[in-house]
């Protein structure tokens, strides 16, 4: 499975667009990237996944480039309870978590 | 509706102690996953199921490890004699998809073991 680079911490405004980077140069073509999160005590909780065009759910939307090397997660609206750590998997088969990025949300 | 759910929550064993957990996932899940996740760590694969049969065992750590879900749904992860580096949250997660293309799993709260 490709190796995925994420910032280890990030800070937002409440109400204002966090947008989470993750690098994946060695991405293979077959290779989906995912985006889970883990709020403190809890378990990880799927947000979104896409192979090489943008998507968008409920919860956030994923922008993948063209050369599919690197890929934004963006929370529009952030709120309090977004405050977790989100994790950019890149893989084909199992999924392989990472450090994470630990999102800080900010009043 | 109900999630994965786990128990214990927390377990406390001394160091060469048998332990057993439990998970409970959600109805009709096909899919079953075991995760271990190391304090400030992120989940690291242990095991996956599909229906009854154990598909991947790749992340067991050793031979105390052992996981079994017998009739498809319940399953159970056993620690035999357990060593301080057991110590972690064992996570459990589901999946109504099979196989490859399991990308979205329900993960449980986890159980928290501290060997002693």
Same mark, same amino acid.
């Given at each position: ?107 | ?20 957990? %439990? ?45 079994? %879900? ?5 399953? *159970? ?33 986890? *159980?928290?073991? *501290?060997?002693?």
């Amino acid at each position: 499975d490709a190796k995925t680079t994420q910032p280890p911490s990030m800070d937002c405004a409440e109400g204002r667009a966090a947008n989470l980077p993750c690098n994946h140069s060695t991405i293979s073509g077959n290779e989906y990237v995912y985006w889970y999160r883990q709020i403190h005590s809890q378990g990880p909780q799927y947000i979104i996944h896409g192979l090489k065009n943008n998507e968008t759910n409920e919860m956030a939307s994923l922008i993948i480039t063209e050369d599919r090397k690197s890929s934004t997660l963006i929370l529009p609206h952030a709120t309090l309870r977004d405050t977790a750590v989100y994790y950019c998997i890149v893989s084909s088969q199992k999924l392989v978590f990472g450090q994470g990025t630990r999102l800080t949300i900010n009043p | 509706g109900a999630g994965v759910s786990q128990s214990p929550r927390y377990k406390v064993a001394k160091r060469g102690q048998d332990v057993a957990l %439990r998970c409970d996932p959600i109805s009709g899940h096909v899919s079953l996953f075991w995760y271990q996740q190391a304090l400030g760590q992120g989940p690291e694969f242990l095991t996956y199921f599909q229906n009854e049969a154990q598909l991947d065992k790749s992340g067991l750590p050793s031979d105390r490890f052992f996981a079994e %879900r017998p009739e498809g749904s319940v399953s *159970t992860l056993k620690i035999q004699r357990t060593q301080q580096e057991d110590s972690a949250v064992y996570l459990c997660a589901s999946s109504h998809q099979t196989g490859t293309s399991v990308y979205e799993q329900y993960f449980g709260p986890g *159980t928290r073991l *501290t060997v002693t």
